[in-house]
């Protein structure tokens, strides 16, 4: 089983700021097979980005993912004031589901 | 609109048993794997398991096979999660969500709540 690991637990940036948000992978991810999901206080789970790159349906362009193999970022280009949010990375994989532990992002 | 709707809130006492709900309208839903995500107080999420529609076919994850129950009823679209004997530990929200690979419809989540 892989093993997600999400860094920094918790980032506090301004509005207007660029955030990257690390995940690191115990193993290879095969085929980017990595996610990044948003969540808000008292709301489901929201998929950003899917393959490591990819946006989902209706995700504004400031989210951006990339990485591979074993490492992994999520990037926002300009932190509006509707980002700030759990973040969490997942794998998917053969019969295999893993998320990582989550990063905050917080207001300065 | 495509949804997964969950059942509602339920307030258990330890010991007791437990049947909660994921119904799916406007898609196939036997045509995708519908997976079981537990989110405990303040924590982090974690996969429990997923079925498959069409054949009932169920993966566990290590962690919480034997502690779960997952099926469906692919006549009325819907998943379910079950437990026989509730424990505090298992005080949590659950949501379900549609697999694409990726998680990529959510269910609201059901809180569950076992205190004595």
């Known amino acids: 089983e892989i093993v997600l690991t999400q860094s920094p637990a918790t980032l506090s940036l301004s509005p207007g700021e660029r955030a990257t948000l690390y995940c690191g992978a115990s193993?290879?991810?095969?085929?980017?097979?990595l996610a990044w999901y948003q969540q808000k206080p008292g709301l489901a789970p929201r998929l950003l980005i899917y393959?490591?790159?990819t946006r989902a349906t209706g995700i504004p362009d400031r989210f951006s993912g990339s990485g591979s193999g074993t490492d992994f970022t999520l990037t926002i280009s300009r932190l509006e004031p509707e980002d700030f949010a759990v973040y969490y990375c997942?794998?998917?994989?053969?019969?295999?589901?893993?998320f990582g532990q989550g990063t905050k992002v917080d207001i300065k | 609109e495509v949804q997964l709707v969950q059942s509602g809130a339920e307030v258990k006492k330890p010991g007791e048993s437990l049947k909660i709900s994921c119904k799916g309208s406007?898609?196939?839903?036997?045509?995708?794997?519908i997976a079981w995500v537990r989110q405990m107080p303040g924590k982090g999420l974690e996969w429990m398991g997923i079925?498959?529609?069409?054949?009932?076919?169920?993966i566990y994850s290590p962690s919480f096979q034997g502690q779960v129950t997952i099926s469906v009823d692919k006549s009325i679209n819907t998943a379910y999660l079950q437990w026989s004997a509730l424990k505090a530990s298992d005080t949590a929200i659950y949501y379900c969500?549609?697999?694409?690979?990726?998680?990529?419809?959510w269910g609201q989540g059901t809180l569950v709540t076992v205190s004595s």
């Open positions: 406007e898609f196939t839903f036997s045509n995708y794997w």
């Open positions: 193993q290879t991810v095969s085929n980017n097979y």
């Open positions: 969500a549609r697999n694409q690979g990726p998680f990529d419809l």
């Open positions: 997942q794998h998917y994989g053969r019969s295999s589901w893993t």
């Open positions: 393959d490591a790159s």
């Open positions: 079925v498959y529609p069409l054949t009932s076919d169920a």
